[in-house]
């Protein structure tokens, strides 16, 4: 095998062989990962994406805002990846349904981007945050309902995946039965599996169905605000911007969610100020963007001409990975990781630029109503497993808790009385729970957040 040379784009010096971003390293330990190439190349490093592709992954703060917000030295379009103009990214790659250019705003630049995104914004604007809230408070007691009695569950299953979707199905104007099917082809398109065409294909063709549905019957949801805005979007620009704000607001929100409550039920510290009323909830999911954003990863940007980052020459055509998650632990910026930054919102989590997230006061809505619904009628919420024993499932763009079992005292009472959410299963015996059950069910005990709720 030839040594590449300087001049060839996104490789490593001689003898330092890129690392890739998929498989069982990166997927074991990727904030490990991310260290070791910040510590062989600095702020920008060649990696490798499914298939050998080369690319770049910005580790640094600094390089990661440079590249989000010059879209002229960095496009978002597609269409100028050299590999892919090379014919070396076939149509069934697995990064296809993400790398393949579509009419939709995160995808274009310029007059077309503000065209398109200004459709978005404004049609997402014209949501009342309250009933959001309201829409969120249901869904919630809806899904603790479905285990207030058993006095287990699992967090993810039971309640950071389902919640998003249930509400965006709301937003978009979905029944609710569309919810847990739409979470596993979701999950399953952003994992770049072997099935992620097909995942893609269902909810492309759940959205074109949706789209024909309110062209007949409009409501107040976003989908007929899109259909009705003075753009005058095609119905393909509709599907397309439908698909990625639900498949971002699942993404994002349910790691959020899972994130934050992992941290609040295993860091005595985090839940000490919480309970102390140093940290509002909002200051504590700010904390959880900084050291566990639900990207890890956003894919991609590329090259429009050769050009320089950190230090590295970048050559035309060369496609880049904002790092998020290494981005927002950068020494630059961080020194001393221990050091609270809740409050501060300079995070990478919804990156930054014309493409940063446009709905993420709708994501932080729903994880803050989400978890302050859940914490307020289950108080005394105890992790069930011993926190070393909690595993996670990694790929490119995002990694997530497989599950997160817990217990709590049962209680025979619902509050909601609605129809229980389509397409739950029961969550399974927790593994061990650490503290011994009495033989006798004792009252309720109060909990550090039911003593945080009363000093309000």
């Not at 690319?55 to 879209?71: F, K, Q, S, Y």
């Not at 639900?246 to 839940?271: C, G, H, K, M, Q």
């Not at 940007?301 to 230090?311: F, K, Q, S």
């Not at 609270?340 to 006061?361: I, K, M, T, W, Y």
Request: aromatic share 6%; proline share 10%.
């Amino acid at each position: 095998m030839s040594t590449p040379s300087s001049s060839d784009p996104a490789v490593p010096p001689p003898g330092c062989p890129a690392h890739r971003l998929y498989g069982p390293e990166a997927e074991a330990d990727p904030a490990a990962l991310y260290e070791k190439l910040r510590a062989e190349y600095g702020p920008v490093a060649p990696v490798l994406v499914q298939g050998d592709l080369p690319a770049w992954l910005v580790l640094g703060h600094r390089e990661n805002l440079d590249v989000a917000r010059t879209p002229t030295r960095f496009s978002r379009d597609p269409r100028r990846w050299r590999d892919m103009q090379e014919g070396k990214v076939p149509p069934d790659h697995p990064l296809t349904p993400m790398t393949a250019w579509q009419p939709v705003c995160h995808l274009v630049e310029g007059a077309e981007h503000e065209r398109l995104r200004g459709a978005v914004t404004e049609s997402l604007e014209r949501f009342d945050r309250r009933g959001i809230r309201r829409y969120v408070t249901r869904f919630a007691n809806q899904l603790i309902d479905s285990v207030v009695q058993t006095g287990r569950a699992d967090l993810i299953a039971d309640f950071a995946e389902p919640l998003p979707m249930l509400v965006m199905t709301q937003l978009v104007g979905m029944p609710d039965s569309y919810g847990p099917r739409l979470v596993e082809a979701a999950r399953d398109m952003l994992k770049g599996t072997e099935t992620a065409l097909a995942s893609n294909k269902y909810i492309t063709e759940t959205l074109e169905q949706l789209v024909d549905r309110k062209r007949v019957v409009p409501g107040r949801d976003f989908t007929s605000w899109l259909l009705e805005h003075s753009t005058q979007l095609t119905d393909e620009e509709i599907v397309e911007h439908l698909r990625l704000v639900l498949i971002a607001a699942f993404e994002s929100t349910a790691n959020l969610i899972a994130n934050t409550l992992r941290v609040v039920l295993t860091d005595r510290r985090f839940r000490a100020s919480l309970s102390g009323g140093h940290m509002t909830l909002p200051d504590a999911l700010e904390q959880v963007l900084w050291d566990d954003p639900p990207f890890l990863t956003i894919l991609g940007r590329w090259a429009t001409g050769d050009t320089e980052l950190g230090g590295t020459p970048i050559k035309a055509g060369d496609m880049l990975l904002l790092g998020l998650a290494p981005g927002n632990v950068d020494p630059e910026i961080r020194p001393d990781l221990a050091v609270p930054v809740h409050g501060n919102r300079s995070h990478l989590a919804f990156s930054s630029g014309p493409h940063e997230c446009p709905g993420q006061d709708i994501g932080r809505a729903i994880a803050d109503t989400g978890i302050d619904t859940l914490l307020t009628r289950l108080p005394d919420l105890e992790l069930a497993v011993y926190e070393g024993e909690l595993e996670w499932k990694s790929s490119l763009m995002s990694r997530h808790l497989i599950e997160l079992p817990v217990a709590f005292s049962p209680d025979g009472t619902a509050v909601t009385g609605a129809t229980p959410v389509p397409g739950r299963v029961p969550a399974p015996a927790p593994v061990r729970v650490p503290l011994p059950v009495p033989a006798e069910q004792p009252a309720r005990r109060a909990s550090w957040w039911s003593r945080m709720a009363r000093r309000g």
